[in-house]
């Protein structure tokens, strides 16, 4: 006796046989006329030279060695189709690599929750992240240099006022606050944005969210603070805060927990919305691998 062949369509046959235990609705379901299918049940006999059947008054029945070998031919069935589905899925995989601009603390922007999502959900896709100011992240992701990012944007705009050739989420809102050493409540307290002018600031690079708001402000009124140090980190601005060099821009929730743990003096007139986004190019929203993170990102965010 020779080995069998293990034609999947003679297995099939078999399998669909012996469930239906009738030649007639076994090829009605294969999509075969009656002798094609009575024909790949006699070759299967005979390859593996065993009796399968045996014929009733009301159709086929299983033989011992029918029965015993049934269960074999489903899991060899059952594999295929597993093979074949996981075939197609690996057709369908998002792959690719997703180089995301980060800016402020992860937990802030929910960076590591983001991640997460992203790889559960699309697990060949490779990512790099480029850490820096929201306005070089934002033109990055203009010039295609980046392909996500974070950017933090003046609280008073809607997503559908973005720029046209921008995606546009907004992720939270939030305040910043004017903070000032320790010491500096006279000057600070009850003051207005042109007598703030006139103290010693923490200057940032124009790429910084900070520089863009204080411009914002200042700008309309013709002042220009008085800068006595530029600063690119905030680790580094917090520092020089509390050895008393200047005036800054801080996230309201750090400034809250600085001036309860330091003494820093919040000024209590002035205050700037802003919003942290998540940005690409409208263009490219729907590219697999930019809409896999638009998706993470909802799922991060919801």
Known sequence: MTAPSMDLQILRAFVLAA???????????????????????????????????????????????????????????????????????????????????????????????????????????????????????????????????????????SDDAAPAPLAVRTLTRFSYRVVAPAGWGPQVLGRDWKALAALPWLATPPESAHHRLLERVFGPLGLAPRRVALVDQEASMLDLLKSGVGLSLVRDSIAIRESQAHGLVLADRVRLDCALRFVSLAARRDEPVIASAWNALARAWS
């Not at 235990?21 to 299967?44: D, I, M, W, Y």
């Not at 390859?47 to 011992?64: D, K, Q, S």
């Not at 060899?76 to 597993?82: Q, R, S, T, W």
Request: avoid cysteine; charge should be negative; glycine fraction near 10%.
């Open 19 to 157: 469930r239906e235990g009738n030649v007639s609705r076994a090829a009605e379901k294969l999509h075969l006329t009656q002798p094609a299918v009575s024909l790949q049940l006699k070759r299967f006999a005979e390859e593996t030279g065993l009796a399968l059947f045996t014929r009733t008054p009301h159709g086929l029945a299983l033989t011992a060695d029918g029965a015993a070998m049934l269960p074999q031919a489903e899991r060899v069935l059952a594999a295929v189709g597993d093979l074949q589905q996981a075939a197609r899925n690996l057709q369908v995989t998002v792959r690719g690599a997703l180089r995301i601009g980060t800016i402020l603390d992860p937990e802030f922007t929910r960076l590591g929750v983001f991640l997460r999502e992203l790889v559960e959900a699309a697990p060949q896709i490779e990512t790099e992240l480029r850490h820096g100011m929201s306005g070089s992240v934002l033109a990055q992701v203009l010039r295609g240099e980046l392909d996500v990012g974070f950017h933090l944007d003046p609280g008073d705009e």
